[in-house]
């Protein structure tokens, strides 16, 4: 069994760029969480998708959007970069998103804005 | 808003039990409370999670206060690839949010 992967490992882009990052969900999960995990801190909920519906969002702007795929892989864009989105971007996979659902996380991807 | 607090961090003895607190005074009735840990460059790991009654795993144990507003992770002996940032955490049944805390980092001292 597959687990969640994340592309690419490491990315750099200066203010003011927008930027794609993917997901790649576990087997069998049909929803696809994202999270930003500024230096030292605890992750933070952007958004969620199940079956290629976004059905749950954090408290970020409408310049965080996704998408989720049929194969229920999933990206995450962000467009007007800005030097506070530098962090490590997770996401994670999990069978139907409810309460009592487990979340695969993927390694994420270390997003540095200059 | 912090919906979770937790201590900054705690250390503990090899083989000795630990209990990781968590306050959440504002969880509501169907919200659940999960734990994770992360390690150094990896991404949070599924410990246990629980909704009204205590719960056991291979991996810990979770005390749910009466009033739900507190958690206890229990690890009944830790080792030294226990040492992690625990977070607790809220699954919010309204929005389908998961709310983070900010994490304690655990020390295990050989």
């Known amino acids: 069994e597959t687990g969640v992967t994340q592309s690419p490992t490491h990315l750099i882009k200066t203010r003011g760029q927008q930027v794609t990052l993917r997901c790649s969900s576990q087997?069998?999960?049909?929803?696809v969480s994202w999270y930003q995990q500024a230096l030292g801190q605890g992750p933070q909920f952007i958004f969620q998708?199940?079956?290629?519906?976004?059905?749950g969002r954090g408290n970020f702007p409408p310049r965080f959007s996704g998408l989720q795929f049929p194969n229920y892989s999933s990206e995450l864009n962000v467009n007007a970069l800005e030097l506070d989105d530098s962090a490590l971007y997770l996401c994670?996979?999990?069978?139907?998103?409810?309460?009592?659902?487990?979340?695969?996380f993927g390694p994420g991807t270390r997003l540095t804005v200059l | 808003d912090a919906k979770t607090t937790q201590p900054n961090s705690m250390e503990s003895n090899e083989e000795e039990p630990v209990h990781l607190p968590c306050n959440h005074s504002?969880?509501?009735?169907?919200?659940?409370i999960h734990w994770y840990r992360q390690l150094p460059s990896q991404g949070p790991e599924y410990v246990i999670h629980g909704l009204t009654s205590n719960v056991n795993n291979r991996m810990a144990s979770l005390a749910i206060a009466e009033d739900r507003k507190s958690s206890t992770l229990i690890l009944h002996r830790a080792t030294l690839r226990d040492a992690a940032v625990y977070y607790c955490i809220l699954r919010l049944n309204t929005g389908n949010q998961f709310y983070f805390g900010t994490g304690t980092s655990l020390t295990v001292i050989p």
């Open positions: 994670a996979s999990s069978r139907s998103g409810g309460g009592a659902d487990t979340q695969y």
């Open positions: 087997s069998g999960h049909n929803t």
């Open positions: 504002t969880i509501s009735g169907t919200d659940y």
């Open positions: 998708y199940y079956r290629e519906e976004e059905n």
